[in-house]
């Protein structure tokens, strides 16, 4: 006769049952609510044993529901003859003869269910009955609106800690893999999840696919290996885009059935959802959850997925239109860094790191020009500021003194001079530090090998030199001059020194040896440790090796860095 499934009685709606057998002097009473397919006895007395257990009956065999229908009591003296009840199996199966039942109300002031009195036999209802009942049924409906109210409170109660712990999980990841990683974390702590992952729209080259985004750490082999996927229906997350509507399975059985073509050698958990991400109404992706046994959604686990999947839509979007403006910066950044030439007997190698903490482009630069008499000029620089401004000046000032260099075979601190000038006369604002080297060869210096370098210094670290037999020695001879953009008169000097056969140069910006908090010096007696031990490398392999141990993954600051090897030289 019953659904399946039995509902657990409440203590606080039995007793209002009991009070009505008491005050009306009947065998059975009912707190029911009735729902589209069943009414549900949450209060009950005097009901047989086996309905009892149950605590539910189909709408076959409800009373109740014509006073949920109608808003209305309805009073029964005799169901046989009634013609609304009549017909009615619970009068065979339940003994239902005598029925008066009152409305229940929710917070809302919808009629719910009923409070209602039943007797074995035909019973003219009195008045002070009718009274009773009422006044019980208005107590029991308070009961259940504060039920509800404080259910509900609750529910704000939680999804607002579920909103502010997405809100600050997810408002500082700036790229995909941060927003991969805080939702995992997230649904891990939130909904109990074993795994969760994020697989996003993209190109592919039979039509658009769903991309998992990976990030450092996550260790998850199943999603790696169904880490493209078509976007259509022959897979869950493609499904969930297709259909606009999340899918949930109780099981991994069930989508194993559905969707064969998932690689599986590697699955884990039972029960998974798959649900759009949405975000300005553009579908991004979809979001997988995976827990470890199987489970059915609560209304608690709706709230938090809604939430998740609303903030990590949102930070999706932040993360691709900032990827979109580095894909942007990172070409305009390589259109500043030159090619460089390949004058006889030198060998010349440069990299450039972007700092972590801000877009790829920044106002550190290197170049090397070979001029018309052959000689080759190199230049290393640092542009004050952090940012696409700065990025704007350096691209100005690299053309301006390579056309310079190019165009007037001159003393490096008379052409420094004159591009601190002409950022004056052309209203370039701002400031640089700056080596400028010229690498120069008499006559004599042809039969042994050598090498003069000249060289000024505004305001920048001092070159480096390690010689063939790894001896380093950093050219600090005394003050640098004065930054450019500082003085465009300030007086300028030049320096020299002699380069043997098969010695290194080394060219770099401050971010190679600066460290907060600690004293230059350190860092420059730090970095003539490392060039010294990678010496005899190739030039690149050369600068490879000492950014690999003076510049960790996240800088703190740009840093470009330009090598020289000086070759041996034959007399002819």
Not at 64 to 88: E, F, G, K, S
Not at 284 to 294: F, I, M, Q
Request: proline share 6%; hydrophobic share 40%; with cysteine.
């Amino acid at each position: 006769m019953s659904p399946a499934g039995a509902v657990r009685a409440d203590p606080s709606f039995d007793r209002y049952a009991r009070m009505v057998c008491r005050a009306l002097d009947v065998p059975v009473a009912l707190v029911s609510l009735v729902e589209p397919d069943r009414q549900v006895l949450t209060g009950a007395c005097g009901l047989p044993p086996e309905v009892d257990a149950e605590r539910q009956t189909p709408l076959s065999h409800s009373f109740c529901q014509h006073v949920v229908a109608d808003r209305a009591p309805l009073v029964v003296d005799d169901a046989r003859t009634h013609p609304r009840v009549r017909d009615n199996p619970a009068i065979r199966d339940l003994a239902v003869i005598a029925y008066a039942g009152w409305p229940i109300t929710d917070h809302t002031g919808t009629v719910v269910g009923s409070l209602c009195a039943i007797a074995h036999e035909p019973r003219s209802w009195s008045d002070g009955d009718l009274e009773m009942l009422a006044d019980l049924a208005a107590a029991c409906s308070t009961e259940l609106s504060e039920r509800a109210m404080r259910s509900a409170e609750q529910d704000l109660s939680y999804r607002s800690r579920v909103l502010l712990a997405l809100s600050e999980a997810l408002s500082s990841t700036r790229d995909l893999a941060d927003v991969a990683r805080a939702v995992e974390q997230t649904a891990l702590v939130h909904l109990g999840c074993l795994r969760a992952g994020i697989w996003l729209r993209a190109g592919g080259e039979h039509g658009e696919v769903l991309s998992y985004v990976d990030y450092p750490g996550a260790g998850w082999a199943s999603a790696h290996n169904n880490r493209v996927l078509p976007l259509d229906e022959t897979n869950p997350l493609g499904s969930a885009i297709v259909r606009r509507h999340p899918l949930h399975f109780g099981d991994k059985d069930l989508q194993n059935r559905l969707y064969p073509h998932l690689d599986t050698s590697q699955q884990v958990g039972d029960a998974r959802s798959f649900v759009p991400l949405v975000s300005r109404d553009r579908v991004l992706g979809t979001l997988a959850l995976l827990w470890e046994t199987d489970r059915r959604l609560s209304d608690e686990d709706r709230v938090t997925i809604e939430a998740l999947t609303s903030y990590a839509a949102q930070a999706l979007q932040r993360a691709l239109l900032v990827q979109e403006r580095l894909d942007a910066l990172v070409t305009l950044q390589n259109s500043l860094l030159p090619r460089l030439p390949e004058p006889a007997d030198l060998e010349l190698a440069a990299r450039y790191r972007p700092a972590a903490s801000r877009d790829q482009v920044g106002g550190d630069w290197y170049d090397a020009v070979v001029m018309p008499s052959g000689l080759t000029c190199l230049m290393v620089g640092d542009v004050v500021g952090h940012d696409i401004g700065a990025a704007a000046i350096m691209g100005q000032l690299r053309t301006m003194l390579r056309a310079i260099a190019w165009a007037v075979d001159d003393a490096p601190s008379r052409n420094v001079t004159r591009l601190d000038q002409a950022m004056q006369d052309l209203t370039v604002d701002g400031m640089a530090s700056l080596v400028y080297a010229r690498i120069e060869q008499s006559a004599q210096q042809r039969t042994t090998g050598e090498r003069t370098l000249r060289w000024t210094n505004a305001g920048h670290p001092p070159p480096l030199v390690v010689t063939a037999g790894g001896t380093v020695t950093l050219l600090a001879d005394g003050v640098p001059d004065l930054m450019l953009g500082v003085d465009p008169d300030g007086e300028r000097d030049d320096r020299r020194t002699t380069i043997a056969s098969g010695s290194l140069l080394l060219l770099y910006t401050d971010g190679l040896v600066e460290r907060r908090g600690e004293d230059i010096d350190d860092g420059l007696h730090r970095l003539a440790s490392v060039a010294g031990r990678h010496h005899g490398l190739p030039v690149g392999e050369f600068l490879d090796a000492v950014l690999a141990e003076l510049a960790p993954e996240r800088l703190d600051d740009d840093v470009a860095v330009l090598a020289v090897r000086f070759h041996d030289q034959h007399p002819g």
